[in-house]
Nanobody, 115 residues
Framework: QVQLVESGGGLVQPGGSLTLSCTAS????????MGWYRRAPGKQRDLVASISSTGTTNYAVSGKGRFTISRDNTKNTMLLRMNSLKPEDTAVYYC?????????WGQGTQVTVSS
């Protein structure tokens, strides 16, 4: 199992920005996809954005144009830059690592956008 450590969540005002970080316990250089998912209270966990080891990105409509996903393979780290945050972005955000042998999740980090 790949251990995933997340940080960067917290409380932010509407219109503000946060950057979430996820660090993996193994190299993320080759043959994988990493992503950020979120789950609001009473809702299912949904994709926010993903990025492959070759740099291909995918964004959910909810964050497209406001969120940017990136990765630093040397540091085994994935980032999610969130701008223009809205109250409806409030959720627990989860890091995901997926390759041919893994589908692993971080513990989640809380993001709260005040009204």
């Amino acid at each position: 199992q790949v251990q995933l450590v997340e940080s960067g969540g917290g409380l932010v005002q509407p219109g503000g920005s946060l950057t979430l970080s996820c660090t993996a316990s193994r190299t993320i250089f080759r043959f994988n996809t990493m992503g950020w998912y979120r789950r609001a209270p009473g809702k299912q966990r949904d994709l926010v954005a993903s990025i492959s080891s070759t740099g291909t990105t995918n964004y959910a409509v909810s964050g497209k144009g406001r969120f940017t996903i990136s990765r630093d393979n040397t540091k085994n780290t994935m980032l999610l830059r969130m701008n223009s945050l809205k109250p409806e972005d409030t959720a627990v955000y989860y890091c995901n690592y997926r390759d041919v042998n893994h589908n692993d999740w971080g513990q989640g980090t809380q993001v709260t956008v005040s009204s």
